[in-house]
């Protein structure tokens, strides 16, 4: 692979997959996808996906995912499974170096690399994944319609979930660890006003609990230590994400591109990065929704902007 390509690819889930079907299909004949895990990305992990439009079935993420690497390779995507340490720009030209220490050129790139929730490390969170615990209340909040659910952070990203789930859910718990919180003002008052939510303040979660069948509740306990038993059939962990854009660190310690300061990628409508040539998209890119049709959306419109751009180097 010594030639210079058209255009890589990092990352291949649902941003990567569709911004390599668009690349290909709309006429870049050099297109290479890089991915280190699973092709489909953290999607494939979910047990139950029911929102993605014009699949009627509930399905799971890997059955959601399975056709996506065949339909990019259909029309001329090289998938390749390695890892990618770092991008850098010399010049026109950008450098896409390998973990195996192999070196490309590239005239453009579109960074997919995502991001991943943290985990709380609670008891029984890995045990209960995809089972009653959640990192996602847009994708997992409507099995919990009428029921009473649990959410465990502080930050504006647990409150805000929260209140979303106060739309499907008869109750929401927040458990946080602290007495006051770390989100904005505004999003605090409305938390506070919110009839919905019971506040579970200065408490941790010690375990969570189940049988074959799910979550079944979780065990609190507050600063003074005594136990409270939350029974549901539900807990969300917002804890924080991180963001995985270790690639577009450079050797200096800085960025290639401009950055949040959560360390997301800032575009800008079209994807477009603060270095020409370079787009990103899905949940590494800032304020993303963090849904699949979202990201293949980005991808979508990555590609097709990576095509505009190459057309001016021409």
Known sequence: MSEILDLAIVGGGPAGLTAGLY???????????FEKSVFGGQITKSSEIENYPGVVEVVTGLELMEKWPEQAARFGVKQEFAG???VSKTDTLFDVELEDGTLLKAKSVIVCTGSNPKKSGVDGEDEFYGRGVSFCATCDGFFYRNKEVAILGGGDAALEEAL??????KKVYIVHRRDEFRASPATVQRVNKNDKIELVLNSTVKKIYGDVSGVNGLIVVDKEGN????????????VGMK????VLLQNDGSFLCEMSKGGEVIVDINMHTSVAGLFAAGDIRAEAAKQVVCAAGDGALA???AIKYLETLH
């Open 23 to 33: 690349a290909s299909r709309g006429g870049l004949k050099n297109v290479v996808m």
């Open 84 to 86: 990618v340490k770092r």
């Open 164 to 169: 979303f789930l106060t739309n499907i859910c």
């Open 227 to 238: 136990e409270r038993d939350l029974q549901v059939p539900g807990i969300f962990v917002f």
């Open 243 to 246: 963001v995985n854009n270790e």
């Open 303 to 305: 590609a097709i902007e």
